[in-house]
């Protein structure tokens, strides 16, 4: 990049950028306009520039002692220019004479005084990437990567539009999903319709709550996108729960009876877990928060979990009711037509007698025991295969075998755990950003970020002890100010002649002022004249580099703690400040903050669960569950290549709702359960609520995969964190624990209670039918 050709053209790239114009009404403003001005008034542009064009008259006047060293470089008129992040890819000769770069980096400084200039420095950013854009056509051989101010922003807000058609393909493919879950063969049993309102339902309370943010005022961010599946993984699961329950009540019940059993017995855990929810991304959506995008991400989800809560309730449980009266009614699922019998089917074609398949009442004899809601398919899976073989005695060793494994495998990716903060994690993938942040630490990672020292108090300066304090808490760093050097000069110099305190800050300032060498380096210093016209040097600065690399996130991270807590122990007052650390420190309350709000709200709901639940060894289960899931998901998240960001963070949050969800209804089944062994109330728990967890997975995982195709790092760390969450609660629910209860406590010793022979009862039990419709109206029972 430093050839002749190649030093002409990126003179002539500058020559372009500075020639841009912004009209407005009776003016257009150029780069002179609104650039941050130098002491001289004249615009800041990169020492780089002022390099090549030494480079370029050197070669006109075949000048051939001009040498271009690195990372600090002298020109002509004496100035020490620091280039470490404007050259990329050196090759040096000796004594650090560059011979070759590959890359050169131009950075442009704007004003932000007030919104006219933000107004055209926004426009001036938009008409500077276009420019670099066109140059790049008619240049091809060579690479030009712009980014301004708002790339970050526009490519981060990029990947809710390119994700538009895949959560449409998603939305489509639940709804066949949810469908599918529902059906059976029984035309008259069968719930299509109750899979699509369930999909309704969730889809009703996210627009819900999207309407609410939009409507006061809150802003979208594409983290936004993940509030649809923390909706589809709870809400799902309770509208498939109450379904299930719905399978368990008798047929010969009135609606008004069956739908009190289903709300008897799934609302209740539906409830707990709803306030489970609310209360994790309650304190997340609190001041507690600091992180904006987090902090309405967290509101967003709690304001459409709680509308999910009253839309099942009142919603989805009025189409529970009115599907109901279809079944009552042996009307067509689908249809809503009357089914007729199947003595009037027997001329009609065979493919419809299949759509008109249904069991009526009178066809099952007294005696036959059979569920007629056996023949749904995940319902027989269940009863007759799955259960009778995850509790085989053949297949436990291999169970356990199978966990160790697993055990195994995460702990191998926990111990190689990274933190995130690579800008390019959480954008689109072919845009500014990547294409940019990609070739920096490529080319330019060879130095740290320039670090700005700042000493804002008086300190004294002619003090020998004060300078020392200052050259030591800058030691191991490149100092590209002059002021390091021209102290270095003053602490001779005081040593030598003993100057006092009123003779040194005056030919401090003098020199400062006055020597053209440091002109440039006027604003290190700041004075303040006193009433007796004596000079007191209020401020200074200098600038440090550390030979640090700058795609080493650790070493950058021990960097910036270190200088920090030296600038709280030091002697001398300073802070240190550069803009990379405005995202390390908000990686850091990004990271920290909600793993700081899952402890509060875990420990908040351990205690509120105390009292609720029956049995507190369902506490303990399902502690030690969460944590079973959560430490196999931060290892294979990991192993798989996904590092420990704000985003990775807030799946694995939702995990731990997600997991409780599932796995609480399981565990209380098999705790609370009486009588019998330890195998037939895992049976039991399975057979109860399998069903439901089988079909909320298999719908959470046709919806999650469209987003693996999104062309985005967001989207890809959610689908990974989000998949890898389903897959192991999914294996915990069907396999570890059916396993490990079988022969851990609590303990089931069947009690057989002593009956006094003097008090047996007698139960007389009158039954009064309704005699066209064959339904039990009403029990009087007598003892």
Same mark, same amino acid.
């Given at each position: 990049?430093?050839?002749?050709?190649?030093?002409?053209?990126?003179?002539?790239?500058?020559?372009?950028?500075?020639?841009?114009?912004?009209?407005?009404?009776?003016?257009?403003?150029?780069?002179?306009?609104?650039?941050?001005?130098?002491?001289?008034?004249?615009?800041?542009?990169?020492?780089?520039?002022?390099?090549?064009?030494?480079?370029?008259?050197?070669?006109?006047?075949?000048?051939?002692?001009?040498?271009?060293?690195?990372?600090?470089?002298?020109?002509?008129?004496?100035?020490?220019?620091?280039?470490?992040?404007?050259?990329?890819?050196?090759?040096?000769?000796?004594?650090?004479?560059?011979?070759?770069?590959? *890359?050169?980096?131009?950075?442009?400084?704007?004003?932000?005084?007030?919104?006219?200039?933000?107004?055209?420095?926004?426009?001036?950013?938009?008409?500077?990437?276009?420019?670099?854009?066109?140059?790049?056509?008619?240049?091809?051989?060579?690479?030009?990567?712009?980014?301004? +101010?708002?790339?970050? $922003?526009? @490519?981060?807000?990029?990947?809710? $539009?390119?994700?538009?058609?895949?959560?449409?393909?998603?939305?489509?493919?639940?709804?066949?999903?949810?469908?599918?879950?529902?059906?059976?063969?029984?035309?008259?049993?069968?719930?299509?319709?109750?899979?699509?309102?369930?999909?309704?339902?969730?889809?009703?309370?996210?627009?819900?709550?999207?309407?609410?943010?939009?409507?006061?005022?809150?802003?979208?961010?594409?983290?936004?996108?993940?509030?649809?599946?923390?909706?589809?993984?709870?809400?799902?699961?309770?509208?498939?729960?109450?379904?299930?329950?719905?399978?368990?009540?008798?047929? @010969?019940?009135?609606?008004?009876?069956?739908?009190?059993?289903?709300?008897?017995?799934?609302?209740?855990?539906?409830?707990?877990?709803?306030?489970?929810?609310?209360? /994790?991304?309650?304190?997340?959506?609190?001041?507690?928060?600091?992180?904006?995008?987090?902090?309405?991400?967290?509101?967003?989800?709690?304001?459409?979990?709680?509308?999910?809560?009253?839309?099942?309730?009142?919603?989805?449980?009025?189409?529970?009711?009115?599907?109901?009266?279809?079944?009552?009614?042996?009307?067509?699922?689908?249809?809503?037509?009357?089914?007729?019998? =199947?003595?009037?089917?027997?001329?009609?074609?065979?493919?419809?007698?299949?759509?008109?398949?249904?069991?009526?009442? %009178? @066809?099952?004899?007294?005696?036959?025991?059979?569920?007629?809601?056996?023949?749904?398919?995940?319902?027989?899976?269940?009863?007759?295969?799955?259960?009778?073989?995850? /509790?085989? &005695?053949?297949?436990?060793?291999?169970?356990?075998?199978?966990?160790?494994?697993?055990?195994?495998?995460?702990?191998?990716?926990?111990?190689?755990?990274? %933190?995130?903060?690579?800008?390019?994690?959480?954008? *689109?993938?072919?845009?500014?950003?990547?294409?940019? /942040?990609?070739?920096?630490?490529?080319?330019?990672?060879?130095?740290?970020?320039?670090?700005?020292?700042?000493?804002?108090?008086?300190?004294?300066?002619?003090?020998?002890?004060?300078? %020392?304090?200052?050259?030591?808490? &800058?030691?191991?760093?490149?100092?590209?100010?002059?002021?390091?050097?021209?102290?270095?000069?003053?602490?001779?110099?005081?040593?030598?002649?003993?100057?006092?305190?009123?003779?040194?800050?005056?030919?401090?300032?003098?020199?400062?002022?006055?020597?053209?060498?440091?002109?440039?380096?006027?604003?290190?210093?700041?004075?303040?004249?006193?009433?007796?016209?004596?000079?007191?040097?209020?401020?200074?600065?200098?600038?440090?580099?550390?030979?640090?690399?700058?795609?080493?996130?650790?070493?950058?991270?021990?960097?910036?703690?270190?200088?920090?807590?030296?600038?709280?122990?030091?002697?001398?007052?300073?802070?240190?400040?550069?803009?990379?650390?405005?995202?390390? @420190?908000?990686?850091?309350?990004?990271?920290?903050?909600?793993?700081?709000?899952?402890?509060?709200?875990?420990?908040?709901?351990?205690?509120? +669960?105390?009292?609720?639940?029956?049995?507190?060894?369902?506490?303990?289960?399902?502690?030690?569950?969460?944590?079973?899931?959560?430490?196999?998901?931060?290892?294979?998240?990991?192993?798989?290549?996904?590092?420990?960001?704000?985003?990775?963070?807030?799946?694995?949050?939702?995990?731990?709702?997600?997991?409780?969800?599932?796995?609480?209804?399981?565990?209380?089944?098999?705790?609370?359960?009486?009588?019998?062994?330890?195998?037939?109330?895992?049976?039991?728990?399975?057979?109860?609520?399998?069903?439901?967890?089988?079909?909320?997975?298999?719908?959470?995982?046709?919806?999650?995969?469209?987003?693996?195709?999104?062309?985005?790092?967001?989207?890809?760390?959610?689908? $990974?964190?989000?998949?890898?969450?389903?897959?192991?609660?999914?294996?915990?629910?069907?396999?570890?624990?059916?396993?490990?209860?079988?022969?851990?406590?609590?303990?089931?010793?069947?009690?057989? %209670?002593?009956?006094? =022979?003097?008090?047996?009862?007698?139960?007389?039990?009158?039954?009064?039918?309704?005699?066209?419709?064959?339904?039990?109206?009403?029990?009087?029972? /007598?003892?």
């Amino acid at each position: 990049m430093l050839d002749q050709h190649h030093t002409d053209l990126i003179l002539k790239l500058h020559a372009a950028v500075t020639r841009i114009q912004v009209p407005r009404p009776g003016f257009n403003y150029t780069f002179a306009h609104i650039c941050i001005l130098n002491n001289d008034k004249t615009c800041i542009v990169d020492d780089i520039v002022h390099v090549l064009e030494e480079l370029k008259n050197a070669r006109a006047t075949n000048r051939t002692n001009f040498a271009i060293t690195y990372p600090i470089t002298h020109l002509k008129d004496g100035r020490a220019v620091y280039n470490g992040h404007q050259l990329g890819g050196v090759t040096v000769h000796s004594k650090d004479r560059v011979k070759s770069a590959e *890359a050169v980096q131009l950075t442009y400084y704007l004003q932000s005084i007030n919104s006219l200039n933000d107004m055209v420095a926004e426009r001036w950013e938009s008409s500077f990437c276009d420019t670099v854009r066109l140059f790049q056509k008619s240049n091809g051989k060579v690479k030009m990567y712009p980014y301004t +101010s708002s790339s970050l $922003r526009e @490519d981060f807000q990029k990947t809710s $539009r390119v994700s538009e058609r895949y959560l449409v393909t998603s939305l489509i493919l639940v709804a066949t999903m949810a469908i599918l879950c529902c059906s059976m063969q029984d035309c008259v049993r069968s719930k299509p319709w109750l899979g699509l309102l369930g999909l309704v339902t969730i889809s009703l309370a996210t627009l819900t709550a999207a309407g609410i943010i939009n409507l006061t005022g809150g802003k979208y961010n594409s983290t936004f996108l993940g509030v649809p599946f923390v909706m589809l993984g709870h809400g799902l699961y309770g509208t498939f729960e109450m379904l299930s329950s719905w399978r368990k009540t008798r047929e @010969d019940q009135h609606v008004k009876e069956r739908t009190a059993a289903v709300y008897a017995d799934s609302m209740l855990s539906f409830s707990l877990t709803t306030a489970m929810y609310l209360v /994790t991304f309650g304190i997340g959506a609190s001041p507690f928060t600091n992180i904006e995008a987090a902090r309405i991400f967290c509101c967003n989800s709690c304001i459409a979990i709680f509308f999910n809560y009253l839309y099942v309730l009142s919603f989805y449980g009025s189409s529970l009711v009115f599907t109901g009266y279809i079944e009552n009614n042996y009307q067509h699922s689908i249809f809503c037509r009357k089914v007729p019998k =199947p003595e009037a089917l027997q001329e009609k074609p065979a493919w419809y007698r299949f759509l008109l398949t249904a069991r009526f009442s %009178e @066809d099952t004899t007294d005696g036959e025991e059979a569920n007629t809601y056996e023949s749904h398919l995940l319902v027989c899976f269940l009863k007759r295969y799955y259960c009778d073989w995850i /509790t085989n &005695t053949y297949v436990k060793p291999f169970v356990v075998l199978f966990y160790l494994i697993y055990i195994s495998f995460a702990l191998m990716g926990y111990l190689q755990v990274s %933190e995130g903060s690579d800008l390019s994690n959480i954008v *689109a993938t072919a845009t500014q950003t990547i294409e940019y /942040t990609t070739a920096q630490q490529k080319y330019f990672s060879n130095y740290s970020p320039v670090i700005g020292f700042y000493i804002y108090e008086s300190i004294e300066y002619w003090n020998a002890s004060v300078q %020392e304090d200052v050259l030591e808490y &800058t030691k191991g760093f490149v100092r590209i100010s002059w002021f390091e050097s021209y102290l270095n000069y003053l602490r001779k110099l005081n040593v030598t002649t003993g100057l006092p305190k009123k003779n040194f800050t005056d030919m401090l300032r003098n020199s400062f002022l006055k020597a053209p060498q440091f002109s440039h380096f006027q604003e290190d210093i700041i004075f303040s004249k006193k009433y007796n016209d004596e000079v007191d040097v209020v401020a200074s600065r200098m600038f440090l580099v550390a030979k640090t690399m700058e795609t080493n996130r650790e070493e950058l991270y021990d960097l910036l703690e270190t200088l920090r807590r030296l600038s709280v122990t030091s002697k001398v007052k300073f802070i240190v400040f550069n803009p990379s650390f405005v995202y390390m @420190d908000r990686y850091a309350s990004s990271l920290g903050a909600p793993l700081h709000n899952s402890c509060i709200s875990a420990l908040f709901l351990l205690f509120f +669960s105390a009292f609720l639940v029956a049995d507190s060894l369902i506490n303990v289960w399902l502690t030690l569950t969460v944590v079973s899931v959560e430490f196999g998901v931060i290892g294979f998240m990991t192993l798989w290549k996904v590092e420990l960001d704000c985003i990775s963070v807030l799946c694995l949050i939702y995990g731990i709702n997600y997991t409780i969800d599932n796995c609480a209804p399981l565990l209380s089944t098999f705790v609370l359960g009486k009588d019998f062994t330890r195998t037939k109330w895992v049976k039991n728990a399975l057979e109860v609520h399998g069903v439901a967890i089988l079909q909320s997975y298999l719908c959470y995982l046709v919806g999650l995969i469209p987003l693996a195709a999104v062309p985005s790092n967001l989207t890809c760390t959610l689908f $990974r964190c989000l998949f890898l969450i389903a897959f192991v609660t999914f294996f915990h629910c069907f396999a570890i624990l059916p396993v490990i209860l079988t022969f851990l406590p609590p303990s089931k010793k069947k009690r057989k %209670e002593k009956k006094n =022979p003097e008090n047996r009862e007698e139960i007389e039990c009158v039954e009064m039918v309704d005699i066209d419709s064959t339904r039990v109206v009403d029990q009087i029972t /007598t003892v």
